[in-house]
């Protein structure tokens, strides 16, 4: 949590469902995002994620439920509540008549704002993400991470509280996800709320605090990193000699252990001290000779593929 | 399927101006559709049937036959430029999404709605000056009542920018927003009265264009050059008053429950 924020909701959604004829893309989604949060919401294609993001921002209609940002009704407050909120969609959306400085000029323009001073903030928006060279072109001339870039200055030009990011980083090189990565986090340190989608685990698990992690339109987890990191805990990885041949002796099989033939290698999930002490004596005791013992700490990715069955 | 309760409310008036702006960009951008078709085609017409074959037709409505086209001429370019103002902005934003960055923005529907209408209205101004400078250099003629001339541009501009409203969000492919004009808006301009007074007609026909919404929208609108008109002026202000509103409720109701722009 940010120190300067109360620890109010950004973003509270409750039993939203989103229906399209017989089809259910979200099925009663809830979730708490407090302010100042980084809020990664994660889920395979299809999972509802993109729908759940409209349905906040205003571009789909809810079925029913609610939906409130910074305490405001998306449907009876809508003005206050869409002025808090930026979104950097997934797909392109720039208007293709205007120069990308325009872009940020009308945009503010359309959430109310004008005069020098939105002038001199889309100046130094352009600036901040290296697109000053290119102010003067339309968005088809920049290259991908730059309009990728662009989503993300155009985003922030209402200078909004909550910054909603659908798979900010899809199709950007390396370098420039790492860019982006440090531009959030500065973002986020200075106070603004922000929710990610994306489809890079590694990249949900090094920026965000919290993670909800949808599926078939519905929270399967909602919890922070830490903790969903946790529940699967680190594993033991003891690598024998020589391979094992047939099944897992039964006291080695009885410690829930897997064996990946390739490396040789058996993986144990419990990590305590004692644990591992009788682990190791076990597997001794069983006549194999052990040639290395490693502990991992689980991915994020583990625990992903754990609760997303498909 | 609860709705966005945001269709009414004047509160974000920047935002108008800056969507009114946005249009207007995007008509000057491609300016060159906007000014010389009417330029052309009203020259060629003037030429061709007013001064040419309109030398051997004898006065209409009190006026030479050149003079008779020139408002029937601005009518059929104010028609077709501010229908396909609103329903090409309207379906590009659809389909390069664009559109979006209104949709998340504090916008009402009627104010999405109006700086469309606004966009069209402007266009359709100096389209309606433009012809009337060429009638005027090529056959003298000027409106006798300005209040009329400017307030019929203005009226069918806003009925033919809400139609197009309409049609921007009904097509699926950009061929449909042709198909209306094809099929629709360029006959019933045709033959509403651009090129004869329907005293000229033969009895059925004449009663069939009772039934052309353009006829009225032309009787009207030429009224302020001839001070003459075919059916009185109220009866033709009431029907295009009427389809106006009409259209207007219709668009505003589309843009509010989001049809086709919030699925």
Known sequence: ?310 | MSLPLDMWGFNNPVGLVTLTKRELVRTIKVLNQVIWPPIITTILYVLVFGLGLGSQVRAIQGVPYAAFLIPGLIMLQVIDQTYGESSSSLFQGRFMLSIQELLVSPLSAVEIVTGFILAAVVRALVIALLILLVGFVMVHTLPQNWSLFFGMTIVVATLFGAIGIIFGLLAEKFDHIAVFTTFVITPLVFVGGVFTSAKFLPPVVREISFFNPMFYMIDAFRYSFTGRDDVPLGLSLGIVGILTVVSLGVALRMIGMGYKLRV
């Not at chain 1, 349905?55 to 789909?60: C, K, R, S, T």
């Open chain 1, 1 to 310: 949590m940010n120190g300067s924020h109360s620890g109010e909701s950004a973003l509270r959604v409750t039993n939203l469902v989103k229906r399209y004829g017989d089809f259910v893309a979200v099925d009663g989604v809830s979730l708490d995002v407090a302010d100042g949060d980084f809020f990664g919401f994660l889920g395979p294609n299809g999972a509802g994620k993109t729908t759940t993001i409209n349905a906040i921002v205003g571009l789909a209609t809810l079925t029913s439920g609610t939906i409130e940002i910074f305490g405001h009704d998306i449907v009876r407050e809508w003005r206050a509540a869409r002025r808090l909120v930026g979104l950097a969609p997934q797909e392109y959306n720039f208007d293709r008549y205007l120069s990308i400085r325009d872009v940020l000029i009308y945009q503010a323009g359309y959430y109310g704002l004008r005069g020098a001073a939105v002038r001199r903030r889309a100046d130094d928006l352009l600036e901040r993400f290296d697109l000053h060279t290119k102010a003067g072109d339309t968005f088809m001339r920049l290259s991908g991470g730059m309009k990728r870039r662009l989503s993300l200055a155009r985003a922030m030009i209402h200078e909004p509280q909550l910054l909603i990011l659908d798979e900010p980083t899809a199709g950007v090189d390396v370098e420039l996800r790492i860019e982006l990565w440090d531009l959030l986090r500065e973002l986020n340190a200075s106070g603004t709320t922000i929710i990610l989608t994306t489809h890079y685990l590694e990249e949900a698990e090094s920026l965000c605090r919290n993670i909800a992690i949808v599926e078939g339109g519905k929270v399967v987890a909602m919890e922070s990193t830490e903790k969903l990191l946790g529940r699967r805990g680190s594993t033991l990885h003891v690598t024998l000699e020589s391979p094992i041949g047939g099944l897992l002796p039964a006291s080695i099989a009885a410690r829930k252990a897997a064996y990946d033939a390739t490396t040789r290698t058996l993986l144990f999930p419990e990590t305590s001290p004692k644990a591992v002490a009788a682990i190791l004596g076990d597997v001794q005791a069983e006549g194999f000779t052990i040639e290395d013992v490693n502990f991992a700490r689980s991915s994020l990715q583990d625990v992903f593929l754990d609760l997303v069955k498909h």
